[in-house]
């Protein structure tokens, strides 16, 4: 497995539902950047399952990621992409307890967690996602609602070495809002100094990212990188938010 200690950033693009065989072509040829020999930054493209295959034959200086991972190891689960299979075509990470997979999907603290487990036992880190609602925010809750995410989702199979924190506001994905810049680092150090054993992770933050917004994220001390959703579907974007 990598050494997640020795990235300076991450930056990881969520493709979610998203892509062709052909916009991945273009997509690729296109995608050239300042850093791209820069060993300490680390860039993950996590495309849809079907088309992972295809991106691990073309991708240079980027690592490949699931969106996801099953939460069974192998056998009768129709449909499910278990986290070994991940790891067959050259996933090195995968995004696990995404907002949109807790919410539409029902995914509990205690799935995201053995889905965790499983990407570790296949020699793949997990990206933990965790946020809030607009009524927790309004509400007060952050706090302890990430809190409760993190301690129940991330377990003893994790440390700061193998496993990624992302922390995703759910009313700022897709929404073009974002928190403050003071926001963001007070959530960020809250987790890393306030809840026990975080002190090291690496914590993205993920949320509306776009170019006009992501170098002044990036340059806080306590965020480690960004997950991007929307701006990672538009090379021009994304490369634009590489150079930093
Ligand atoms: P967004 O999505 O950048 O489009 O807000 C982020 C995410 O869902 O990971």
């Given at each position: 497995?990598?050494?997640?200690?020795?990235?300076?950033?991450?930056?990881?693009?969520?493709?979610?539902?998203?892509?062709s065989?052909?916009?991945?072509?273009?997509?690729?040829?296109?995608?050239?950047?300042?850093?791209?020999?820069?060993?300490?930054?680390?860039?993950?493209?996590?495309?849809?399952?079907?088309?992972?295959?295809?991106?691990?034959?073309?991708l240079?200086?980027?690592?490949?990621?699931?969106?996801?991972?099953?939460?069974?190891?192998?056998?009768?689960?129709?449909?499910?992409?278990?986290?070994?299979?991940?790891?067959?075509?050259?996933?090195?990470?995968?995004?696990?307890?995404?907002?949109e997979?807790?919410?539409?999907?029902?995914?509990?603290?205690?799935?995201?967690?053995?889905?965790?487990?499983?990407?570790?036992?296949?020699?793949?880190?997990?990206?933990?996602?965790?946020?809030?609602t607009?009524?927790?925010?309004?509400d007060?809750r952050?706090?302890?609602?990430?809190?409760?995410?993190?301690?129940?989702?991330?377990n003893?199979?994790?440390?700061?070495?193998?496993?990624?924190?992302?922390?995703?506001?759910?009313?700022a994905?897709?929404?073009?809002?974002?928190?403050?810049?003071?926001?963001?680092?007070?959530?960020?150090n809250?987790?890393?100094?306030?809840?026990?054993?975080y002190?090291?992770?690496?914590?993205?933050?993920?949320?509306?990212?776009?170019?006009?917004?992501?170098?002044?994220?990036?340059?806080?001390?306590?965020?480690?990188?960004?997950?991007?959703?929307?701006?990672?579907?538009?090379?021009?974007?994304?490369k634009?938010?590489?150079?930093?």
């Amino acid at each position: 497995m990598l050494e997640i200690q020795k990235f300076n950033k991450i930056i990881a693009a969520n493709w979610k539902m998203n892509g062709s065989i052909n916009f991945i072509n273009n997509f690729l040829d296109d995608l050239t950047f300042e850093n791209i020999n820069d060993q300490s930054i680390c860039i993950i493209i996590c495309p849809p399952f079907t088309h992972s295959y295809l991106i691990a034959n073309k991708l240079k200086n980027c690592y490949l990621g699931g969106q996801n991972c099953s939460l069974f190891l192998e056998g009768a689960y129709t449909g499910d992409v278990s986290a070994s299979m991940l790891y067959d075509v050259g996933c090195q990470f995968c995004i696990v307890g995404h907002s949109e997979r807790r919410t539409i999907f029902n995914e509990t603290n205690n799935e995201v967690s053995i889905k965790a487990t499983n990407s570790l036992k296949n020699n793949i880190h997990p990206i933990i996602c965790v946020g809030e609602t607009f009524q927790q925010k309004k509400d007060n809750r952050t706090k302890e609602v990430l809190s409760k995410q993190i301690i129940e989702s991330i377990n003893g199979d994790s440390n700061n070495d193998n496993t990624i924190i992302a922390y995703e506001p759910i009313w700022a994905i897709g929404s073009g809002l974002t928190p403050s810049l003071d926001e963001i680092e007070d959530i960020h150090n809250f987790i890393k100094n306030e809840i026990q054993g975080y002190e090291n992770y690496k914590i993205l933050y993920g949320g509306s990212v776009k170019s006009a917004n992501s170098k002044e994220i990036l340059n806080l001390n306590s965020v480690d990188g960004l997950l991007i959703g929307g701006a990672s579907l538009n090379v021009g974007e994304f490369k634009k938010i590489l150079s930093f």
